[in-house]
């Protein structure tokens, strides 16, 4: 690994890769407005220099990004580096040969389409010829090659590494829908994207969905995940730099603060009034179970929170629930997890509510005190 890693900053430094300025301010696109279920992470992605816009105030968020676009967002993104173009191919030439160079196109279906192209000289076909649609595949196969490589600057160790291939064998089938379709080719990029959280499930199956293509704002969202993983759980934990306490999967200090903040971010990916019946499942690899409609949804919230952590207590004190506990109510029939605690109620978020999300709805200590079959999970470590 180190052999590899050296050889491949060698590479890129005979690249002529340079620093890209960030922007001062993101600039507001007209077609993203803050309601948009990508805002934030087109806002930061813009700030940080991975995105730019269309053209005309604009950024396309649902327009289908091609290998050229993505092999530009990974190269900005991902190594924060920008290599300089020297007049010569299309605009994304100098992209594309730094990308291929890295060995971020191996596994992908770059040679297969260069052996159709017609084209004799490959290093030309890099110049003029990346521009087709960039599938789900295609993007985990290059991150993934860019956290194995060692010269991306991604915080993954070998043994994490080697955990998700391990995953692959004991849980990815159950936590990904559609497992068995997923070719050979692509399985260990798609879990270890799956498994680090970079890449998530298009449905509430898990299925990945390998062959769509991406769209823009999709790519950004990505993006802004690998963004978060190179800021490390050292850089998450500075804001509270006494702190000796448990971590969550993001890497912040498990405070009941954080724990909302990360449950609450899921508000873009499911918002207010989207569907979410009883056939909606959620499969958590990390508690071993399935969940259907509402309890589907509560363990998803919690997954997010809390990572790989067991239900580490079951009780039934209101006084002892904490944000980010997971709550059976109305007598045994309904699951919610809890956004707020207060004197006398709760605030929560769920799933099948009438069929459909909710966020912030209020439970009174009195109705959840009254029912012979409340009782609560937490996965707060006991020492916590």
């Not at 909302?260 to 499969?283: D, H, V």
């Amino acid at each position: 690994m180190k052999k590899l890693r050296s050889a491949l900053l060698a590479l890129t430094a005979g690249l002529c890769l340079t620093v890209p300025a960030l922007a001062a301010e993101a600039p507001a696109f007209s077609d993203v407005p803050e309601d948009h279920w990508a805002y934030s992470y087109v806002q930061r992605a813009a700030l940080a220099g991975v995105v730019n816009g269309t053209g005309g105030g604009q950024f396309s968020p649902d327009k289908p990004l091609t290998l050229a676009e993505f092999t530009a967002m990974v190269l900005r993104g991902v190594y924060g580096e920008e290599p300089e173009h020297t007049g010569a191919g299309q605009w994304y030439s100098a992209y594309t040969a730094a990308a291929d160079a890295l060995g971020l196109y191996e596994g992908t279906d770059v040679a297969e389409r260069f052996a159709g192209s017609g084209e004799a000289d490959y290093g030309a076909f890099l110049h003029n010829g990346i521009d087709w649609e960039a599938t789900r595949y295609t993007m985990a196969v290059m991150i993934y090659r860019a956290a194995v490589s060692g010269s991306a600057g991604l915080p993954y160790t070998e043994e994490e590494i080697q955990s998700a291939r391990d995953w692959a064998e004991r849980g990815a089938e159950v936590a990904i829908g559609d497992w068995v379709l997923i070719p050979a080719q692509y399985r260990e990029s798609v879990t270890f994207c799956f498994r680090c959280g970079l890449l998530e499930g298009m449905d509430s199956l898990g299925s990945f969905n390998g062959e769509d293509t991406v769209t823009r704002a999709q790519a950004a969202a990505v993006l802004c995940r690998v963004l978060d993983a190179k800021e490390g759980p050292e850089d998450s934990a500075a804001d509270d730099p006494d702190w000796d306490g448990p971590l969550m999967p993001n890497g912040r200090p498990m405070t009941e603060e954080n724990v909302r903040a990360a449950i609450e971010a899921l508000k873009s990916e499911f918002p207010e009034g989207m569907e979410w019946t009883n056939a909606s499942l959620y499969q958590s690899h990390a508690l071993r179970t399935n969940g259907y409609g509402c309890a589907g949804f509560a363990l998803r919230c919690s997954d997010t929170a809390f990572g790989d952590l067991p239900v580490s207590r079951k009780h039934s004190s209101f006084d002892e629930i904490r944000v980010g506990d997971m709550l059976r109510v109305h007598g045994n029939t309904h699951s919610v997890i809890v956004l707020e605690k207060k004197a006398d109620s709760v605030i929560i978020a769920e799933g099948n509510y009438s069929g459909l999300i909710h966020w912030g709805r209020e439970l009174a200590r009195e109705s959840l005190e009254t029912d012979q079959h409340f009782y609560v999970e937490t996965r707060y470590p006991k020492d916590a």
